[in-house]
C-alpha cells in the first residue's frame, strides 16, 4: 500500500473514533495550532525566507496574523457555529423540531500553494479543524523548506493520525487524489484545478478551488494617483507578485498613464530604497521556471520603469510597463510576478467591456472618487470579490467569503465560511407519532376533500396568511385573560385593606 | 457551431444584455411558472398518468402545488435575498463598506429526471430564475409525456431568449455537456452524475447533484407500532416506491418485526385496498427496463415475500411487497430499489442498526421511528445522511426552509427555497474604501520595522480587546 493511501487510511480510522468531533477536542486543536505560531514563529518565518525570501515582517503580517485572528475567532464561535439551527417552521410543522445541524464531512485533502505556503495550508486546516475533520494536509513541494517545516511541526502540536502531512510532488499527489475524500480543498492554478476536480469526480467528492486570473485594477482619471499608487504599489509588489489577488494590470486613460508611472517610482523609492535587490522587505520568485516565465513576457513590450533581472537571485525588479496590448502574450496568462502592464482604455464603459470580455477574475480593483462609477462598475462585472480605492483587504475581513467565481475558482472560506464550507448541513425534523390525526388528509384512499387539506398544510406557514390572524387573536385573547385576572386579584387585595 | 453551441451563446448573450436581473423581470417569470402550473393542471395530471400512473393526489401535492410553493416562497421573499448582506467588521475597516453582493453566475443547465419530472425541473428552474440567471433545461426522456408537455409550455410562458428547452437522451446530454455553463444543476443516478462531475471539470464548472442510495429506516422498539406502519407504507409507496427519499430498507429487532409485518399488511390495506393493483391512488413502475430491474431484484432474492410480490408486466405493476429474512448480502441489498418494495432486515441491538447503517454510503434520507428522544439523538449522533426526519417519512423534502440535498455519494450541493437561490448566485465580497485615512495605513507599507508591526498587529486585534471590555 502507498504511503499516501496509509495516510489516508489512518485519518479515516482516527476519524471513525469519533474524536475529532466534540468541540473540546476541536478547541485543543485549534489552541495547539495557536501555540505552534507563538512558539515557532521563527522558524516558520525562516522557512518562508528560504523559499521566497520574504521578510520577517511580511510574513508575520501577511502569513501569520492572519491565522491567529482566524484561529481565536474559530475558538470564540465554535459552539455558535456547530449548535443546531432552528429553521422556520410550516403549519404542518408546528409541533416538531425543524432545524439544520452541522456536521463533520469525514478526511478533508488540503493541497497547498507555495506563495503564501504556511497561510494556504494553515487556514483551511483551521476550517477542517472547527467542523471537526479529520485532514490529510499536501504542502506545495515548490515551497520546499515550508513543506518539511510542516511535517516536522504539524505533529509536535495536532493529533498526528487525524492531520497527517504528506509531502511530495506530482506522482504523490496523483496518487493522493486517487484516494477518497469528503472534500478536496486546492489552491493553485486552473490547469491543475480541472484534473483536481476531475478526480474528485470519480468519487462524487465535492470541492474547493481557489485558484485565480488575472485581476483588473481601474484607474478613474480623477483621482489623487499619489493614495492610488502607494496602495496599488503595496498591493502588486507585496511577495514579488506573486499573489492570487494581486491587481494583475492595470486599465486607465492613456493620459495618466504617464503620472501613475510617476507615483509608482516614488513609491518604489519609498518603500524599498533606490535598489529594491538590497531592500530586506523585497521579495524573489519562487523557483528558475517562474523568474524565467515572468521575465520571458517582458520580451516586447515597453518598460517605463524597472525590467532588470538576476536570474542567480531569482530577482526581478519592480516593474511597469505602458501601452500594452491586450492581445500581447502578457495579457493572456495570470503574471504572478512583479509586473505591472498598464492598457489604455477610453472610458469606464471600455473598461467595463474589456474586463468582461475576458474569464472572471479571482478580484477586480476599481479606484475612483465617483461613488456612482464604482457602483456601476461592481453591478456590470463579476469576479470573485472587488475593493474600491484600495487592495487586497477583503482577504483579510474573516466575515467576508473569499473565493473565485468561474474560471477564478469554485466554493469559499474564511470564518465562519470556512466551517460551512467543510461541512455537511444536515436537515433535520422530529416528529412524533402521536397526531396522526393531522396526517389523515395525504393518505389514500384520496378524494377532492381531502387534496385541499392537504394543500392548504403545506403551503402555509407559522407566521403568514391566516393563520396569522388566528394566532395573534389567540394572543390577543390570552392576554385580556391574564389582564383580568391581574385586576381582579389587585381589586381583592384593595378591598382586603 | 453545433446547435447547442448556438443555444447557449443565445442565452450568454440575453445574459449579457441584463434582462435577467431586475427583480421585475424574476418576478414576471416566476409568475408565470405559477400560471403554467394552474392553468395546465389537467394536462400535467395526465402526462404524468400516462408516465406512471401517478394518481392526481399525488400530482397535485407532490408536483404542482410544490413547486407553486416554491415559486411563491421566492416571489416573496425575492427581495430580501437580493439585497447585499453587510458583515460584522474590524475595528480597522469601520469607516469602510463591508457586504456580500448575490449576484447571478450566468447560464446554467438543469438536468431533470423521472420521478417527478415536473417538480425536478421546475424547482431548480425557479432558484435559477430567482438568481437571475439565464438557463437550459434538459427533462428527462424517460418520463416522455410530461417532458413533452414541458417542452411546449415552457417557451409559451417564458422568455424564450432567456430559457431554452432541450429534450434527447443520453447521447444529446452529452453533447450538451460539452457545452459551457457556469452551473450544473443534475438529479438522478450516481453514475452519470460522475460524468456530469467529469465534464464539469472541464471547464471548471461548479456543480449541484442530487443522487439517491438506500435510505434505510430503523424502527426502534419503543414506537407506536401502528402510526409508525401506516407512515412507513405511505412513504415508501408514495409513486409506487420511486422516490430519492422513500425509506428503501427497514432495520427493526425480531421482536418489533414480529408486530410490524401484521401492521404493514393491514396499512397496505387501509391504503390501497385488497388489490392495490384496482387502486387508483397506487402508482406504475416508469418503464420497462425498470420494471424487469425491480423484478429480478424480487426474484433473485436469497428473502422470502411476506407481503405482496404479485406483478403485471403489460401495466408494469409491481404489488406494494414487503421482503423478509433479508441478509445483507441479497441483491436487494446492493442497489437502490426504486420500487415498491420494502425488505426488512434484522438487527440485535441499536448499535447493530447503527454499524449496519455507517458501513455503507451515506444515504440521501436517514429514518428512525422511536418514541425514545435519546435514541433519535444517539442516531442523528452516531450517522450521517443528506437529511433526518424521524417519525415519518418523506416530509423534511416538503419544509421550505429545510436545505435538500445529500452528502457523500448520496450528493453535492443543497436547494429548496433560500437554498435554492444562494446554490445558483454567486456571493461576491465587496470592500468599498474612501480616499483618507491613508496615515493609518502606513503601518503596513515598507520598509516594516518590529515598531510598525507591533503597532499594525494591536490594531487588527481590536475586535478581541473590545469584546474583553465589554
Not at chain 1, 103 to 119: C, D, Q, S, T
Not at chain 1, 428 to 455: D, F, H, W
Not at chain 2, 139 to 165: N, R
Not at chain 2, 430 to 442: D, H, I, K, S
Request: net charge neutral; aromatic share 8%; with cysteine.
Amino acid at each position: 500500500m502507498s504511503m499516501e493511501k496509509q495516510a489516508v487510511e489512518r485519518a479515516r480510522t482516527a476519524f471513525l473514533t469519533g474524536r475529532s468531533r466534540p468541540l473540546k477536542f476541536r478547541g485543543q486543536q485549534l489552541k495547539a495550532l495557536q501555540r505552534m505560531l507563538k512558539e515557532r514563529e521563527g522558524e516558520i518565518c525562516m522557512a518562508i525566507k528560504h523559499d521566497l525570501n520574504k521578510s520577517q515582517f511580511d510574513s508575520a503580517l501577511f502569513e501569520l496574523v492572519g491565522l491567529e485572528s482566524e484561529i481565536q475567532l474559530a475558538l470564540e464561535k465554535l459552539p455558535e457555529w456547530a449548535a443546531p439551527r432552528p429553521a422556520e417552521k410550516t403549519l404542518l410543522t408546528l409541533l416538531d423540531e425543524v432545524y439544520v445541524q452541522p456536521e463533520p464531512l469525514g478526511v478533508v485533502l488540503i493541497i497547498g500553494a507555495w506563495n503564501y505556503p504556511f497561510a494556504l495550508v494553515i487556514q483551511p486546516l483551521i476550517g477542517a479543524i472547527a467542523a471537526g475533520n479529520a485532514a490529510v494536509i499536501k504542502p506545495s513541494e515548490v515551497s520546499e523548506h515550508t513543506a518539511r517545516l510542516l511535517e516536522e511541526l504539524l505533529p509536535e502540536y495536532i493529533d498526528r493520525d487525524l492531520y497527517p502531512v504528506v509531502n511530495g510532488g506530482v506522482p504523490e499527489t496523483q496518487e493522493l487524489l486517487r484516494q477518497r475524500f469528503d472534500h478536496v480543498f486546492y489552491t493553485g492554478n486552473c490547469a491543475v484545478g480541472k484534473l483536481v476536480m476531475e478526480a474528485a469526480a470519480r468519487h462524487l467528492t465535492p470541492v474547493t478551488l481557489e485558484l485565480g486570473g488575472k485581476s483588473p485594477c481601474y484607474i478613474d482619471k480623477d483621482c489623487d494617483l499619489s493614495i492610488v499608487c502607494r496602495r496599488i504599489t503595496w498591493g502588486k509588489f507585496v511577495n514579488c507578485g506573486q499573489t492570487c489577488i494581486a491587481p494583475d494590470y492595470v486599465l486607465c486613460d492613456q493620459s495618466i498613464q504617464g503620472r501613475v508611472v510617476e507615483e509608482i517610482r516614488r513609491t518604489l523609492l519609498e518603500f524599498y530604497g533606490d535598489d529594491p535587490k538590497t531592500s530586506p522587505d523585497y521579495g524573489r520568485m519562487i523557483n528558475q521556471r517562474h523568474f524565467k516565465r515572468v521575465t520571458a513576457l517582458l520580451e516586447g513590450e515597453t518598460v517605463a520603469l524597472g525590467g532588470e533581472s538576476d536570474e542567480a537571485d531569482l530577482f526581478i525588479a519592480p516593474t511597469v510597463l505602458t501601452d500594452v496590448p491586450p492581445h500581447s502574450r502578457l495579457m493572456q496568462e495570470e503574471i504572478f510576478g512583479p509586473v505591472l502592464p498598464l492598457v489604455s482604455v477610453g472610458s469606464v464603459d471600455e473598461a467595463i467591456r474589456f474586463i468582461n470580455q475576458r474569464e472572471k477574475p479571482l478580484a477586480l480593483y476599481v479606484f475612483s472618487y465617483n461613488s456612482k462609477l464604482i457602483k456601476r462598475m461592481i453591478a456590470e462585472t463579476s469576479s470573485g470579490g472587488v475593493v474600491a480605492n484600495d487592495m487586497l483587504l477583503h482577504y483579510s475581513t474573516s466575515s467576508l467569503p473569499f473565493g473565485g467565481v468561474g474560471k477564478s475558482g469554485i466554493g469559499s472560506y474564511h470564518g465562519k465560511h470556512s466551517f460551512e464550507r467543510l461541512s455537511h448541513q444536515r436537515a433535520c425534523l422530529i416528529r412524533s407519532l402521536t397526531l396522526e390525526g393531522m396526517n389523515k388528509a395525504r393518505y389514500p384512499p384520496q378524494e377532492a376533500s381531502k387534496l385541499r387539506v392537504a394543500k392548504y398544510f403545506m403551503q402555509k406557514r407559522l407566521w403568514t396568511g391566516g393563520l396569522c390572524w388566528v394566532t395573534l387573536a389567540v394572543l390577543a385573547a390570552l392576554l385580556a385573560l391574564a389582564l383580568l385576572i391581574a385586576l381582579l386579584a389587585l381589586i381583592l387585595k384593595g378591598s382586603e385593606q | 457551431m453545433s446547435d447547442y453551441g448556438a443555444i447557449v451563446q443565445k442565452l450568454r448573450d440575453s445574459f449579457g444584455t441584463r434582462k435577467t436581473r431586475p427583480a421585475e423581470f424574476r418576478i414576471s417569470q416566476l409568475n408565470s411558472i405559477v400560471k403554467l402550473l394552474r392553468e395546465n393542471e389537467g394536462p400535467i395530471v395526465e402526462a404524468l398518468e400516462r408516465d406512471l400512473r401517478k394518481p392526481k393526489f399525488e400530482t397535485m401535492i407532490s408536483e404542482i402545488s410544490m413547486a407553486i410553493n416554491e415559486a411563491n416562497y421566492a416571489i416573496n421573499h425575492l427581495a430580501s435575498w437580493m439585497k447585499p448582506e453587510h458583515v460584522e467588521k474590524s475595528l480597522v475597516m469601520k469607516f469602510d463598506e463591508c457586504f456580500i453582493r448575490k449576484e447571478p453566475l450566468g447560464v446554467v443547465l438543469i438536468i431533470g429526471a423521472w420521478n417527478y419530472p415536473v417538480q425536478l425541473v421546475l424547482v431548480p428552474l425557479i432558484g435559477a430564475i430567482a438568481a437571475g440567471n439565464c438557463a437550459v433545461v434538459k427533462p428527462s426522456e424517460l418520463s416522455d409525456s410530461t417532458s413533452s408537455l414541458l417542452t411546449e409550455l415552457l417557451p409559451k410562458y417564458l422568455d424564450q431568449s432567456c430559457f431554452s428547452v432541450v429534450c434527447g437522451g443520453a447521447k444529446e446530454t452529452t453533447e450538451l455537456l460539452e457545452q459551457r455553463f457556469d452551473h450544473i444543476f443534475y438529479t438522478g443516478g450516481v453514475s452519470v452524475a460522475r460524468s456530469v462531475m467529469r465534464a464539469a471539470s472541464c471547464h471548471l464548472t461548479p456543480v449541484t447533484l442530487e443522487l439517491g442510495g438506500k435510505s434505510p429506516a430503523l424502527v426502534e422498539g419503543s414506537c407506536d407500532i401502528t402510526a409508525t406502519a401506516r407512515r412507513l407504507v405511505w412513504a415508501r409507496f408514495f409513486n409506487a416506491g420511486q422516490s430519492c427519499v422513500a425509506p428503501d430498507y427497514v432495520l427493526c429487532s425480531p421482536e418489533t418485526r414480529r408486530l410490524l409485518l401484521p401492521a404493514l399488511r393491514d396499512c397496505i390495506t387501509q391504503l390501497y385496498g385488497t388489490e392495490p393493483r384496482e387502486s387508483r391512488d397506487f402508482g406504475r413502475i416508469i418503464n420497462q427496463r425498470h420494471f424487469e430491474r425491480i423484478r429480478d431484484l424480487l426474484s433473485n432474492s436469497q428473502g422470502r415475500v411476506e407481503i405482496g410480490g404479485e406483478t403485471e408486466e403489460g401495466e408494469r405493476y409491481i404489488a406494494p411487497t414487503v421482503l423478509v429474512d433479508v441478509s445483507e448480502s441479497d441483491p436487494v441489498m446492493q442497489e437502490e430499489i426504486f420500487g415498491p418494495v420494502l425488505p426488512i432486515l434484522t438487527v440485535e441491538s441499536l448499535e447493530e442498526a447503527i454499524n449496519f447503517i455507517n458501513c455503507r454510503e451515506k444515504p440521501l434520507a436517514l429514518y428512525l421511528y422511536t418514541g425514545d428522544s435519546k435514541v433519535v439523538t444517539k442516531v442523528m449522533e452516531c450517522t450521517s445522511s443528506g437529511g433526518f426526519c424521524s417519525n415519518d417519512g418523506l416530509v423534511h423534502t416538503t419544509v421550505i426552509t429545510l436545505p435538500f440535498g445529500g452528502v457523500g455519494s448520496s450528493g453535492v450541493g443543497r436547494y429548496h427555497g433560500r437554498f435554492s437561490f444562494d446554490t445558483f448566485s454567486h456571493q461576491r465580497s465587496c470592500v468599498l474604501r474612501g480616499f483618507g485615512l491613508e496615515w493609518a495605513n502606513q503601518l503596513r507599507y515598507p520598509p516594516y520595522s518590529e515598531q510598525k508591526l507591533e503597532r499594525l498587529l494591536q490594531a487588527t486585534q481590536e475586535r478581541k480587546w473590545s469584546c474583553t471590555l465589554l
